[in-house]
């Protein structure tokens, strides 16, 4: 079976289980009498995650069952009954383990290359998610002057940046710490799997988590992380060296509760950016024959994907305009926005293979904007119906195909900062929403 047909044949199978809806309800007796608004309707109007009012994603569903009108009020009040956890396990189960139950995905060297990074989200202002995920400072751009408190989370997400798909997600408190959410990342990955992560994570303590989950690495160096990258990051000493690396007295308590090794044999490699800057990474890659130095470069810009994903939910998929206010509506929308990026990247291979086949000036790849809007549009179709799986797929197939964007690589344009007023314009006057 293709992967795109099982990632839905799946997801129908669970979202219709009996056993699923007794794992992902907050109480047995939800979901249990025979309501107009049941457990798989619910899960998939929140899959739906639109910047609609709530009263018309209501009456788009009752359109679709031809069912008596339905408030917006009544929906609300069932979501509550649905625990977000049913997104997580749906993206686990039809998306992660469809991805590789037949070894057939991109690797590099032979490895899955897993991203790992963390985002702020800016959550609904209200006392119950200020206290359930706290707040940070924000101030004024120019001045710096501190404005108030605002709630965020923390999200943190291991992200197959090759196969573009997410692993595992976690939604942490504001003043969560990264290393600690990415440690916590590990349990879901295998032997085979390669760690790239950016200057943030490079800390002793993280390097040795992963040692002692036997998995490899490669992250990116500030000036402040070791004493060898300071130099390399000069243009000292050659472009790649093989050193035993130590905890500082700082580190070396919380490295012995945890039981983690004492030292640990890394390889720094510099390499230089199109502008003429050095980049050093640190990584457990020591054999140089197998991993040659010049193809770290083509190895970190692949990390790029993570920071594009998250760019993705948040403005094509508008994550911050939340469907609901409290905290469990927030998880749900974060973890169904995670499952629904998996599914796209499934549903999306058949068309984006067709477009690789192209000759064409630029290589062109799906519209995200297409791509999303089909598949909202069509879930109800695909998640509850017993129409034809395979008239479905084509269907949305020949959507995908329409409008595709050209990838240009190797551009390197300047970043530009907007002003307020200019962002406010885009927002109001030209973007275009993709549901």
Avoid at 151 to 169: F, G, Q, R
Avoid at 345 to 372: E, M, P, R
Avoid at 392 to 411: D, H, S, W, Y
Wanted: proline fraction near 3%; glycine fraction near 4%.
């Amino acid at each position: 079976m293709a992967k795109k047909h099982r990632a839905i044949e799946v997801s129908k199978e669970q979202i219709e289980a009996k056993e699923f809806k007794a794992l992902h309800r907050h109480s047995e007796k939800s979901f249990t009498r025979d309501r107009r608004l049941p457990f798989s309707l619910v899960l998939v109007l929140v899959l739906r995650n639109s910047v609609k009012s709530l009263q018309n994603i209501v009456n788009e569903a009752i359109t679709w069952l031809d069912e008596l009108p339905l408030t917006a009020s009544a929906y609300s009040q069932a979501r509550y009954k649905l625990k977000h956890t049913a997104f997580i396990a749906l993206n686990k189960i039809a998306v992660v383990d469809t991805l590789y139950s037949d070894n057939d995905y991109k690797t590099f060297w032979g490895f899955r290359v897993l991203g790992i990074d963390g985002s702020k989200i800016v959550l609904p202002n209200n006392e119950a998610i200020c206290e359930e995920f706290g707040t940070i400072a924000w101030t004024n751009g120019k001045t710096a002057e501190i404005q108030g408190e605002r709630p965020y989370a923390l999200a943190s997400v291991l992200y197959d940046v090759l196969n573009k798909v997410a692993l595992d997600a976690t939604l942490g408190k504001a003043k969560a710490y990264e290393i600690d959410l990415a440690i916590e990342h590990l349990s879901h990955t295998q032997a085979g799997d390669l760690m790239i992560m950016d200057r943030n994570y490079p800390s002793y303590r993280m390097l040795a988590e992963i040692c002692q989950f036997k998995r490899d690495f490669v992250v990116r160096c500030s000036s402040a992380s070791f004493a060898l990258a300071r130099l390399m990051l000069k243009g000292q000493g050659p472009d790649s060296q093989v050193v035993t690396i130590t905890p500082c007295a700082g580190q070396l308590s919380c490295i012995r509760e945890r039981n983690l090794p004492l030292s640990i044999r890394v390889r720094f490699v510099r390499v230089c950016l199109s502008t003429g800057e050095y980049e050093v990474l640190v990584t457990s890659l020591l054999d140089e024959t197998h991993y040659p130095t010049e193809d770290f470069l083509d190895l970190y810009y692949l990390r790029w994907e993570i920071e594009t994903f998250y760019g993705l939910i948040k403005t094509r998929l508008e994550l911050e305009n939340f469907t609901g206010i409290g905290a469990e509506a927030v998880r749900q929308d974060f973890h169904a926005t995670v499952y629904l990026s998996g599914m796209e990247s499934l549903l999306t291979g058949t068309a984006q293979a067709t477009l690789n086949a192209k000759d064409t000036k630029h290589a062109q790849i799906v519209n995200h904007a297409v791509s999303f809007n089909a598949i909202k549009n069509r879930a109800f179709d695909l998640l509850l119906s017993d129409l034809d799986s395979n008239t479905l797929l084509e269907k949305l197939t020949a959507l995908f195909l329409t409008n595709p964007c050209l990838e240009r690589k190797n551009r390197n344009p300047p970043r530009k900062k907007s002003s307020s007023r200019s962002l406010l314009n885009f927002h109001k006057r030209i973007k275009k929403h993709c549901f």
